[in-house]
């Protein structure tokens, strides 16, 4: 999603080192300090967290804009929506 890449961030959260269910908890923190529309970066080394955030983002409502693999981490871009 080439336009995705250009999304502005608002808040980053790094929670690498972290394992389940210390990312999602602290990201669902973070998204407390946002406004509605703004866009959370959150930075991950558990593999596990790509199924974590999918659900979470389906569960919650708030919008999984992009999740990229980095060498040993990945980066998710969540977009709040309430």
Avoid: Y
Avoid at 24 to 37: E, W
């Amino acid at each position: 999603m080439s336009d995705e890449i250009d999304t502005a961030v608002d808040l980053s959260l790094d929670v690498k080192g972290l394992n389940c269910p210390l990312p999602i908890l602290k990201t669902k923190k973070a998204l407390q300090k946002i406004d509605i529309g703004h866009v959370l970066e959150v930075f991950t080394t558990d593999p596990g967290s790509v199924p974590d955030f999918n659900a979470f983002c389906r569960q919650t409502g708030h919008i999984l804009i992009d999740t990229f693999e980095l060498d040993a981490s990945f980066r998710f871009l969540i977009r709040k929506t309430k």
